[in-house]
């Protein structure tokens, strides 16, 4: 369930178009006010969730998120959120620490939310060691193993 209605679909493997499409590179600062690259992931799968801070369904996935960086980093899962909060650090610096998030969050800009098409949130993205792109979820899935399914894939 997203916070859109209207795209609440359930997601399915990408077309065979848009499968293993590169995923668009993008520099986008961090919470640290430093610049972060996607290229700088490279070698490590990654989840991009893009999210914002008043998104109830992004509340409720960013802990089983938080739990599967974890769990799989060490090998090779990288976790990143992109915030789309307006506010930014006064708004987020307080939900990362409220829920006790420990992977990276960045701070969307229009570019990004072009490249990747961002209509609902949360919108999710897999992203192989390679940077392309294998899978797509919009809106929330709710579930730690529907993720984590997906992710071993490409571990």
């Not at 610096?93 to 490249?115: E, H, Q, S, T």
């Not at 949130?121 to 390679?130: F, G, N």
Request: glycine share 6%.
């Amino acid at each position: 369930m997203g916070c859109d209605p209207s795209l609440d679909e359930e997601s399915d493997e990408l077309p065979p178009s848009k499968q293993a499409e590169s995923a668009p590179n993008f520099y986008l600062l961090n919470t640290e006010e430093e610049t972060v690259s996607l290229s700088g992931f490279r070698g490590q799968v990654v989840l991009l969730d893009f999210w914002a801070a008043w998104c109830k369904p992004c509340q409720t996935e960013m802990p089983i998120f938080d739990r599967l960086y974890n769990q799989h980093q060490t090998e090779g899962l990288n976790v990143v959120g992109i915030a789309l909060d307006r506010e930014r650090m006064e708004v987020v610096n307080p939900f990362i620490k409220k829920f006790g998030i420990d992977y990276p969050i960045l701070f969307a800009n229009d570019r990004v939310l072009k490249d990747y098409d961002i209509m609902a949130l949360p919108t999710t993205i897999l992203i192989d060691r390679e940077g392309r792109i294998q899978r797509r979820f919009e809106g929330a899935e709710g579930s730690k193993t529907v993720y984590e399914q997906e992710i071993k894939k490409w571990l």
